[in-house]
């Protein structure tokens, strides 16, 4: 036998995207065990199984219209109120899961990250893809509400995949940002709920964005959320032109940029003593 001895250790890394989606594309099939293995966590043991993904949305809705739709009254723009605000509930729920499962991710494998060495961001990463089967349950159940109304799909349907992109890159941009944090300072796992229900009453989901303001729109724009879900609704079911204006789209970019730049930033600074806190 040989007395050889093999150290495996991190390669050189920059911060350039390449680099980033080498990493996590060399360890790809570990991504889809971590992803797969919460799937199997988060539903082991339960009587309805996966469905618990169709029931939470549908819960939620059905509260939504009766609360804001029945009692409230609140527009609709023209839309029945379920599908105006399932349209929204299906990429909030998941960026909701994505932050939940994420802010964990690090902390969770603190017994795989002291042993074996792996790109640290494919723990958030799998948090996403597991936020994505539901999101793509969620749109499901988008599809047959809406032909169940006979709602048409609109005629700006080809802008959805941009505001698909734009919500993919605020999960992971606000993911990657948790779970460093977390891994630092667990006090963020019980701040999260209270910061998501804030953020979801200041994200135009039970309500149409034209309900806000003028004065008040330019700050609006500075919560990523509102571009990805007001667009998205907009380009499914909507004819007509798009309320947010072109500087506001491009102020929420700008903001989806940065999160992303500063989160991957801050997550390779602390990667150095992750070992040291987890």
């Given at each position: ?8 250790q991190?390669?050189?890394?920059g911060?350039?995207?390449?680099a980033?989606w080498?990493a ?12 797969l293995?919460d799937?199997?966590?988060r539903?082991?043991q339960?009587?309805v199984?996966?469905?618990w993904?169709?029931?939470?949305p ?12 029945r009692?409230?009254?609140l527009p609709?723009?023209g839309?029945?109120?379920p ?6 509930l299906?990429?909030?729920?998941a ?8 802010s ?6 603190s ?44 005629p ?33 796992q019980?701040?999260?709920?209270l ?9 135009p989901?039970?309500?149409p964005y034209?309900?806000?303001?003028d ?7 500075l919560?990523p959320?509102v ?27 700008a903001?989806?940029i ?16 992750l070992?040291?806190?987890?």
């Amino acid at each position: 036998m040989s007395d050889t001895i093999k150290i495996i250790q991190p390669a050189k890394k920059g911060l350039g995207f390449p680099a980033i989606w080498m990493a996590i594309w060399q360890y790809r099939e570990l991504l889809w065990v971590l992803a797969l293995r919460d799937i199997r966590i988060r539903y082991k043991q339960t009587a309805v199984g996966i469905a618990w993904a169709v029931v939470q949305p549908l819960t939620t809705l059905l509260i939504f219209s009766m609360v804001f739709g029945r009692l409230a009254h609140l527009p609709s723009e023209g839309l029945p109120y379920p599908v105006f605000c399932l349209a929204a509930l299906a990429p909030w729920l998941a960026f909701q899961r994505a932050l939940m499962q994420s802010s964990l991710s690090l902390v969770l494998l603190s017994s795989m990250i002291s042993k074996v060495f792996f790109p640290r961001l494919v723990a958030p990463f799998a948090s996403v893809i597991i936020a994505a089967i539901d999101y793509l349950i969620g749109m499901a159940c988008l599809v047959l509400l809406a032909l169940w109304y006979q709602v048409p799909l609109g005629p700006h349907w080809f802008y959805f995949p941009f505001f698909f992109l734009m919500g993919f890159l605020v999960c992971v941009a606000a993911s990657v940002w948790l779970s460093m944090l977390n891994a630092h300072y667990r006090d963020v796992q019980f701040v999260l709920p209270l910061l998501l229900q804030v953020w979801l009453y200041v994200t135009p989901v039970a309500y149409p964005y034209a309900l806000i303001p003028d004065k008040w729109k330019m700050l609006y724009a500075l919560n990523p959320m509102v571009l990805v879900i007001e667009g998205g609704r907009w380009s499914l079911f909507s004819e007509g032109t798009f309320a947010i204006s072109p500087p506001l789209v491009w102020a929420s970019v700008a903001v989806v940029i940065g999160m992303l730049i500063t989160g991957l930033i801050f997550f390779n600074q602390g990667e150095k003593t992750l070992v040291d806190v987890v």
